[in-house]
């Protein structure tokens, strides 16, 4: 057999593999009620979220001057706010946005750490303790001090610069756990085929030491969605979150709490929708990781 031949027939067994694994856990998450509830309930708030809009009688910009801070009414679901702005509209808007930060935060995040952890546990060495200071060193700052410092600077770029500095502050536990990982994968047999076959080393990371900690990566870009939606709704309660003339749940909320007393519906609609997202997110990284791991007592 040559050469080619052996490579091609290596990365097809390893293809084989990854896909009965992948079948399985589609079956095994089907089976589990934690995840298609939470998965019902996402597609529910997605389709809330990108049909309300349409739907509403009021745009995101308009005001109406004769309702200011008025009740929910058959005019205003979910009532005005202080400069008459409809607050169904933009909830459903800020939820657009939370659910996009959440989800580009976590790739952005699992990205990194994929990356950072898998080169440090393959080559080891100088590169790995490089790449480990770094990771302790941003394990060790402080969150706050940073954003504090980066905000009057970045505070004016818009969301996806936002989104990019949340996913450098939440990769580095990540990292570490898959450098473990690669360091016990770079010893199996079909790593160690490649290698003598002559497949380069970023190769053998790419397309046979990553893909077999999928289940790890995808479990974790679960919880980092819910984790990077409520940082950002934390940020922006301290101002330090996306600014007008965007809107997220987060800075809804941080505007709504200053009345939620005298004018509840201001705060309570976005506060609702953000606990029912988070919870559905949690639901759907609980049941996953049930159906990945081996020791969990809800594995069917």
């Given amino acids: 057999m040559s050469l080619s031949a052996e490579r091609e027939a290596i990365t097809t067994e390893a293809a084989a593999e990854i896909s009965g694994r992948w079948s399985s856990l589609a ?3 089907l089976a589990t009620r934690r995840v298609v509830i939470g998965l019902a309930i996402i597609l529910g708030l997605i389709a809330a979220a990108w049909i309300g809009p349409m739907l509403s009688p009021w745009g995101f910009g308009e005001r109406d001057f004769t309702a200011f801070r008025s ?3 058959a005019d205003h679901w979910f009532g005005t706010g202080n400069t008459g702005r409809d607050i169904f509209h933009m909830t459903m808007v800020g939820l657009q946005k939370s659910i996009l ?3 580009c935060a976590a790739l952005f995040t699992t990205v990194i750490a994929a990356l950072v952890g898998a080169f ?3 080559y080891l060495g ?4 490089a790449l480990m200071w770094v990771t302790d060193l ?5 969150q706050f001090l940073i954003l504090a410092i980066l905000y009057p600077v970045l505070r004016d770029s818009g969301w996806l610069i936002f989104v990019l500095l949340l996913g450098c502050l939440m990769w580095m536990v990540t990292a570490k756990m898959v450098r473990g990982m690669t360091i016990s994968l770079k010893e199996r047999e079909y790593v160690l085929a490649a290698r003598y076959m002559g497949v380069s080393h ?9 893909p077999n900690m999928s289940s790890l990566l995808i479990v974790d870009a679960t919880i980092n969605v819910s984790s990077a939606i409520i940082l950002e709704t934390a940020l922006s309660y301290f101002g330090f979150g996306i600014q007008p003339p965007d809107v997220t749940l987060g800075s809804l909320i941080a505007e709504g709490s200053r009345q939620a007393l005298a004018f509840p519906w201001t705060f309570w609609f976005c506060t609702g929708l953000l606990i029912v997202l988070v919870l559905a997110v949690n639901l759907i990284g609980d049941g996953l990781r049930d159906a990945l791991d081996p020791h969990s007592k809800s594995r069917t």
Avoid: Q
């Fill in 27 to 29: 079956k095994e998450l």
């Fill in 126 to 129: 100088i590169t790995d303790r």
């Fill in 71 to 73: 009740p929910p009414s």
């Fill in 202 to 210: 970023g190769r053998i990371i790419l397309r046979h030491i990553l």
């Fill in 101 to 103: 930060i959440g989800l």
């Fill in 120 to 122: 440090a546990g393959y």
């Fill in 138 to 142: 941003f394990l060790v700052l402080p």
